[in-house]
């Protein structure tokens, strides 16, 4: 007669063994991570005030993915208070072997938002290249120019280990007085 709460105890011990053990397995099958492994970007300075920029990012797809996003900062407040926007042209986005990448931009707050589709980036390295121009991000003054360019922005979801960015000026000559 004293066998029944144990009998009771001992299925309700193993169905919450068995559901343990499943979700551990079923959360190892869907884990997904994105990781930014490295992040180099090119940045090429005009006399007229424009930049182009290359970023090549390389990407570490754990589990299953469709792509990632870029978000790119193009709006900013001037020590005056002021809203400075800058006008961002996408020219192209590929694989690190030159295969076009499809992609959708948008307008987010401040950012220029790319979503980027990467095909078979499951369990995969990929390396993207995002290639864009900046028509006004040179600014110039009486006594001085001024850029001001957050290279890898801001608000990354996911851990990056190395951001290498490297500038090219263009040779400007000065009118002597």
Do not use: C
């Not at 991570?33 to 490295?38: D, S, V």
């Amino acid at each position: 007669m004293n066998r029944a709460p144990l009998k009771h105890s001992s299925l309700a011990f193993s169905a919450i063994l068995f559901l343990s053990v499943f979700s551990l397995f079923a959360s190892a099958a869907g884990a997904r991570e994105l990781r930014i492994e490295k992040f180099d970007s090119q940045i090429v300075v005009s006399p007229k005030g424009a930049i182009d920029v290359t970023e090549t990012i390389r990407v570490q797809f754990i589990g299953s993915w469709k792509g990632l996003y870029r978000e790119i900062p193009v709006e900013y407040v001037t020590p005056q208070g002021l809203n400075y926007t800058l006008f961002l042209n996408v020219k192209r986005v590929t694989e690190g072997s030159g295969n076009s990448l499809k992609f959708e931009s948008s307008r987010e707050r401040h950012y220029r938002k790319l979503k980027i589709y990467v095909p078979e980036a499951q369990d995969s390295r990929r390396t993207i290249i995002i290639e864009y121009s900046v028509s006004d991000a040179l600014r110039f003054f009486e006594d001085h120019d001024e850029l001001y360019w957050n290279v890898t922005g801001d608000e990354w979801d996911v851990p990056s280990t190395r951001r290498m960015p490297a500038w090219s000026y263009p040779k400007v000559q000065r009118a002597s007085a």
